[in-house]
């Protein structure tokens, strides 16, 4: 009977049935769900959230070495987190079938960027496989573990969002069980790139390269639909399922073993063809090699390169080709507020954005939830650039000489993954930052995944704790203080004091995500109407709790979890407890 | 197009949290019981945090695309008044929209960035010709239980699609814990049967 999953599920279920005892990776959307599903297979799988991508990508590669059939899973941003491992990687080639899976985020979802990790298949000249439904994002797991071990290569497979979370049947089989000799072959030539072994393998991954265009010729993953001759479509990944219903009477080659390019395949669909149009999302790699081989196609002239496709876009796109005015769907406008996602009631990060908007500073902020402190009206984050990047970019602005004081801003698993060596860069290089670590206990964001400061790994084994505040000394950091976020009073004082230290601080502000608790912070609230002077301060808060519009602010009982901030903030001691004042 | 006459679209609006989510499994797994080919499509991550979510789901003999063109879906749900107007665009001009009385005020308008429609009912009836308008959270709160509200929606929901109240009733036994099952399947009929 076949299971309704999603990409990612039916990815872990692959992995299963493909044998692998090693699985290793780090948060982050849209990819998560692959390593939190093959989780629950712990008792033959393996499987730990490593503190990076990078981290991650070589405990799996040695695994793979060792002689075990291994994963990796990473969102695409990840991959250039781990690109320094899977480079080299690519010469020294693999033993047991090893699979890095990374999830792209075409029209970001949920992402600070938009790239295509199929750039990276070329560039790393390791084979990729591109799923376009749950079905082959199981199947092409198998494939591509096939593929690994027998010729000796890292595998790509790339999945993107409305992959990775779209649902579709899956018809699953038995997990295979082969009895493997596990223990690392000692040849140093083979695993030791020193340059003169090194070249020796450089000319190796041309060679595979050749093997592996055949391979990819020969692949069920690949195949010819020949439908009506006048128009043929080369397409892969999701976008395969917007042209079936877009141009449903054209011949499409679909790829699913996308690089090395089957070349062959693809001179024989664009004989067979009048007119070639190739289809594919984000970056126009499948038309340059397709022009790149003297066969005239379109592509970018018709289909977007930017954000994702859909069959609205596709739609548009074949009435330009046909010559008519793409019929444009407008809906009905109506003035409807925005609304954009918000920090949760009750979130701790508020506490630490209420108090940094009281000072006029440069804050470097991280990817998180946190990011969110960058909107209206907490509006308290000036930059984002990448994990880690929060601490990194304090040291710079300090050091650039920007006039105003600097604070640095980054979660707790944000600073396990890349925020230590920022750290140690500005104890180091004597800065005088203040860098604040958002320490919810907790990765957040991705959906609670647990990390070297939750004391439980994900194979559910209790862990010992890492200390952020020891790790700040280690250092080379003198000022080190943790503070409750939900004090605003604390907080306030402790921000200021240490943006005037003129040496460099870190501050932990500590308090556990109320999401993943699922527990009340403290009394819900309420707003006695007859004290409140309607100043709106608590609004500035931008608690979804807590309802402006009318002259007095409603705090709703289905969302405030007694966090106790708006009644901190309030001028006018309006805001109570409920149970304490008042008739509620 | 033949596949587009024949695959059947559906699609949830509300705000993360309202449990969108279980209630796009219960309409894939509805349809399934039903036989169908399904895919869904849902957002995680970022959007979810308090933010406007949208799960979409398909159902035919074959489907291939997991989202849904404009103009295409034969049923819109959603949990909250503004949301269905946001995604007003998805429905087939005869479609059915279904909405939850409910109003979330968004913190652009707390914070008065931006208004909310005062006359949202009218502007719901002007813009959904074919609607069935019902304060499901207070239905779900007469049950003993706001969260089931999702469920009071499927059940009015269900009926602009064609697929039988068995299916329906086995995907929601099969998507909930089995202390909630009763009270969920009432929830769906009060949904079913509101008039």
């Known amino acids: 009977m076949k299971q309704l999953m999603s990409g990612n599920e039916a990815i872990a279920r692959g992995a299963y049935e493909a044998g692998v005892t090693v699985a290793t990776g780090y948060p982050g959307t849209p990819s998560t769900e692959i390593l939190e599903n093959l989780s629950k297979e712990k008792s033959e799988v393996y499987c730990e959230w490593s503190p990076n991508e990078k981290v991650a990508f070589e405990v799996s590669a040695a695994a793979s070495l060792a002689g075990v059939r291994s994963i990796v899973t990473m969102k695409h941003v990840g991959l250039n987190v781990a690109a320094d491992p899977l480079m080299t990687l690519s010469y020294l080639g693999v033993v047991g079938g090893f699979v890095a899976c990374v999830a792209d985020d075409p029209g970001m979802h949920s992402s600070q960027n938009e790239q295509d990790t199929r750039q990276y298949a070329r560039f790393a000249k390791v084979p990729i496989f591109e799923p376009s439904d749950s079905q082959e994002a199981r199947d092409f797991m198998l494939m591509a573990m096939e593929v690994s071990e027998k010729y000796n290569t890292p595998v790509i497979l790339r999945s993107t969002t409305r992959v990775s979370h779209s649902r579709s049947l899956v018809e699953i089989g038995e997990r295979i069980s082969t009895r493997r000799e596990i223990g690392l072959e000692k040849n140093p030539p083979r695993f030791v790139p020193i340059p003169v072994w090194g070249r020796v393998m450089r000319n190796k991954v041309e060679d595979r390269l050749k093997l592996l265009t055949g391979a990819s010729e020969a692949s069920s993953a690949n195949r010819i639909e020949w439908r009506s001759r006048s128009l043929g479509i080369v397409t892969a990944s999701i976008a395969y399922q917007y042209v079936r219903e877009v141009w449903p009477e054209a011949s499409v080659l679909k790829l699913g073993f996308s690089y090395p390019f089957p070349d062959a395949l693809i001179r024989e669909f664009a004989l067979g063809a009048q007119h070639v149009l190739v289809v594919e999302e984000l970056d126009d790699i499948l038309e340059q090699h397709i022009k790149a081989l003297g066969i005239s196609c379109q592509g970018r002239d018709y289909v977007p390169g930017i954000g994702e496709l859909s069959i609205d876009r596709l739609l548009a796109s074949r009435a330009m080709m046909d010559g008519r005015v793409p019929k444009v769907q407008k809906p009905a406008e109506f003035a409807l507020p925005d609304r954009p996602p918000v920090l949760c009631p009750g979130c701790p990060h508020r506490g630490i954005f209420s108090a940094l908007g009281r000072h006029d500073v440069v804050v470097a902020g991280d990817i998180g939830c946190y990011s969110l402190g960058a909107f209206k009206p907490l509006d308290r984050m000036d930059t984002v650039l990448c994990m880690g990047a929060g601490v990194s970019m304090a040291h710079g602005f300090d050091k650039a000489g920007d006039p105003k004081k600097i604070v640095g801003i980054v979660g707790d698993s944000t600073f396990f993954h890349s925020g230590i060596t920022g750290l140690l860069d500005i104890a180091y290089n004597k800065g005088r930052s203040t860098i604040i670590v958002l320490d919810n206990r907790t990765t957040a964001m991705t959906g609670h995944q647990d990390n070297p400061g939750t004391g439980r790994t994900l194979m559910g084994d209790a862990t010992p704790v890492v200390s952020i505040e020891a790790i700040g000394r280690a250092c080379g950091i003198r000022r080190v203080e943790t503070i409750n976020p939900y004090d605003l009073e604390e907080t306030q004082r402790v921000i200021s004091r240490e943006l005037e230290a003129g040496e460099p601080s870190l501050i932990i502000s500590r308090a556990p995500c109320p999401l993943r608790e699922r527990s009340r912070v403290g009394e819900m609230r309420k707003v006695e109407a007859e004290k409140c002077k309607s100043c709106k301060i608590c609004l500035k808060l931008a608690c979804p709790a807590l309802e402006g519009g009318a002259e007095v602010p409603k705090i709703s009982e289905y969302l405030c979890i007694g966090c106790g901030l708006c009644q901190q903030v309030c001028p006018a001691g309006a805001i109570t407890a409920k149970g304490r004042a008042g008739n509620g | ?195």
């Open chain 2, 1 to 195: 197009m033949d596949n587009e006459a024949e695959t059947k679209s559906v699609v949830l609006a509300g705000v993360g949290g309202q449990g969108i989510l279980l209630a796009s499994g219960i309409v894939a797994r509805a349809a399934m019981q039903a036989g169908y080919d399904v895919k869904t499509n849902e957002v995680h991550g970022m959007a979810q945090r308090g933010g406007s979510v949208v799960a979409q789901i398909r159902f035919g003999t074959k489907v291939y695309s997991p989202l849904v063109p404009m103009g295409t879906a034969r049923v819109l749900g959603a949990l909250e008044q503004t949301e269905a107007l946001r995604y007003s665009g998805y429905l087939a001009k005869d479609g059915l929209a279904v909405v939850n009385a409910q109003t979330i005020v968004p913190v652009t308008v707390s914070m008065g960035a931006a208004r909310y429609p005062e006359n949202i009912e009218a502007l719901l009836r002007n813009a959904f010709p074919r609607m069935i308008y019902l304060d499901a959270a207070s239905k779900a709160v007469e049950l003993g239980e706001i969260r089931t509200a999702n469920i009071v929606l499927l059940g009015a929901l269900s009926r602009g699609l064609d697929l039988q109240e068995a299916a329906w009733r086995e995907a929601i036994a099969s998507s909930v814990k089995e202390k909630f099952r009763d009270l969920n399947l009432k929830a769906f009929d009060i949904g079913r049967n509101f008039k």
